[in-house]
């Protein structure tokens, strides 16, 4: 493989990707694709805001040629600077939690990025997403014709936890683990350590021993301290990953605003009921 990213794409295997990558449905795709169109628009209309401002200082083709070219650079160009930039993701990928890596589960480059953006300029706009629908629905990876041009795939990151495969603290390096400098681990390598640890079971003997020394090599790169000494390389993995979802968690903690209680009507103030008069049988009581 070639190309890195924190030992990524030279790490995981064909085994690897099929166990971890899990591919973005079409609705997501739709969905997020739905808010990456509203943002476009949003462009274009800004643009033809200033084209308006400044219509009497050119000629009718100049501007007509100007708006074809600037609809086919926010068409074009915005997938693709979003996608080169934020690591295979636009924001409307984003906030769908989506991403699209290569074949092989690393970054995509440039390269990825245009030719996905070129050819999903016929696909989309063009051809109102009939052939991106169609082509998704037939591959069993749910690729459109731009995936299948560039090598690419679209995962889903964010998943729903079911509690299956969830990386857990060994008791032994729960102190060391909170020494950790995490800084530098990229979001890309975690979804192999966890593929690797949730599937290692099901691993012949080789293939988790040489996967599973590559992993721990390519995250003692990016994380330190080492590992205490005799540590297996299960535990290890296993230990940096729950120790990165305990900050997370804790993180979005802090940042979640603590409720106020609901708010209930004060209670309704008591009637004192006044005693009747006694009875003086008609006799005024003396003064």
Known sequence: MTGTLGGVSSLVTGEAVALELRTAGLASRMLAALLDGILQVILLVA????VGLFAGAGSG?????????????????????FET??????????ALGLRVVRDDAGPIAFRQAFVRGLVGLVEKPLLSYAPAVICSLANEQGKRFGDLAAGTIVIQERVVDTGRGVAQMPPQLAFWATTLDLSRLPDDLAPAVRAFLARQGSMTDAARTDLGDRLCAAVSDVVTPPAPPGTPGWAYLSAVLAERRRRAQEQQTLATPALAPPWTPPPAPAVVQKAPPPDDGGFALPR
């Open 61 to 81: 083709s100049a501007l007509a040629a100007l708006s074809i070219v600037v609809l086919v650079a926010v068409a074009v160009g915005y997938p693709v600077m």
């Open 85 to 94: 930039l934020m690591r295979g993701r636009t924001p409307g990928k984003a």
């Open 47 to 50: 643009f033809f805001l200033l």
